[in-house]
């Protein structure tokens, strides 16, 4: 079997000056919206030249898709991918003190608008996305949407997925991989937060073969990278950096790691805010991990109730 080293490039961080992690003291500020630009499309000709050719974004990522279609403008390679979402609006306007990033709404009239500005990413496009659909969204229910998203999919010859968040992720891909259209299933493609401490998506690993996998949250928003908040995963922290010394690369590697190999064929999303972070992140590739150290991590995955009440509590910042 080939090893998976299929690693996509998150456009969360890079398209907004907030989003849900742990920053540091000595993570970069804002300062204003052309630097922050410059800044996030150099990072994407930086993870082009280091090999990535997947992109994933949305309109909720404040100017991401801007930063990706500037990119594109200058970078016409075929071998470049790109993935985005309709659901999510950014409402924060650059204010880091925002009270409010992002108004989530699953209309017709939603995917229609966020639509006419994502289909300038096409040909590259080839993934369109629900963002976050949960129980409480009756979005795989709304048959006007579906039809739709089958349009969408026809027109434009892409694939349409979803993208799940929360304790019930496994029960809403359950629901949508049952969604029938034109005798064919409509969703083939599922962006699924997975990592050392969430690992409740092997319970599907069996259903989801076949289908395009990407992983998201590897690092659950930072957590899996030692911090003095968390005391509690300190355990995990001293053997991801007992691997990390023993491979010579940084725990974000090894955590990486652990998520290509757990489903061969995804692809994992580098969320990185920073060249370096991406550099330390890409080198997930290089190293190999053995069976016994595999299942050691296994044996550090959370309650998924707990996991989500955890990440819950983590500020935009
Ligand atoms: N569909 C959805 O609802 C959804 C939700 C979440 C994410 N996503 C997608 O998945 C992508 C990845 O998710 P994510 O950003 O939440 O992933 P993540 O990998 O769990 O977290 C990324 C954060 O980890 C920190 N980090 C990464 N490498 C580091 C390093 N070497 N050293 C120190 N810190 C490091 C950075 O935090 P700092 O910026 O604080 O330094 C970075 O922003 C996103 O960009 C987006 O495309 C989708």
């Known amino acids: 079997m080939n090893k998976n080293n299929k690693i996509g490039f998150g456009t969360a961080a890079i398209g907004r000056p907030s989003y849900i992690n742990i920053k540091t003291d000595d993570s970069p500020a804002f300062t204003d919206i052309n630097s922050f630009r410059n800044k996030g499309v150099d990072l994407l000709r930086s993870a082009w030249r280091f090999g990535i050719t997947h992109f994933d974004t949305s309109p909720g990522y404040g100017i991401a898709e801007d930063l990706i279609l500037a990119f594109i403008k200058e970078n016409s390679n075929q071998k470049i991918t790109i993935s985005t979402k309709w659901g999510y609006t950014y409402v924060a306007n650059f204010d880091p003190n925002a009270k409010q990033h992002e108004i989530k709404e699953h209309s017709l009239q939603k995917l229609n608008e966020q639509w006419e500005k994502s289909k300038l990413l096409l040909p590259y496009l080839k993934l369109y996305q629900i963002h976050s659909v949960t129980p409480e969204s009756d979005v795989l229910d709304n048959s006007e949407i579906l ?124 969320g990185a805010s920073e060249q370096d972070q991406l550099k330390q992140n890409l080198k997930a590739a290089i190293i190999t991990l053995s069976s016994s150290e595999l299942n050691n991590l296994q044996s550090f995955g959370l309650d998924k109730t707990d996991y989500w009440n955890e990440r819950k509590k983590l500020d935009w910042v």
């Open 147 to 270: 039809d739709r998203l089958f349009e969408i999919k026809m027109e434009n010859q892409i694939a349409i997925g979803i993208t799940t968040s929360g304790p019930f992720q496994n029960d809403v891909i359950k629901k949508a991989l049952k969604v029938e259209i034109g005798g064919e299933a409509l969703f083939t493609s599922f962006q699924v937060t997975f990592n050392i401490l969430d690992q409740s998506l092997f319970e599907l690993k069996q259903i989801l073969k076949g289908k395009n996998l990407i992983v998201k949250e590897a690092l659950a928003n930072g957590r899996i990278l030692r911090n003095r908040k968390y005391p509690h995963y300190n355990e995990l922290y001293s053997e991801l950096e007992r691997l990390a010394n023993k491979y010579e690369v940084g725990t974000d590697a090894i955590a990486l790691r652990f998520c290509l190999d757990s489903f061969e064929d995804s692809t994992v999303l580098s």
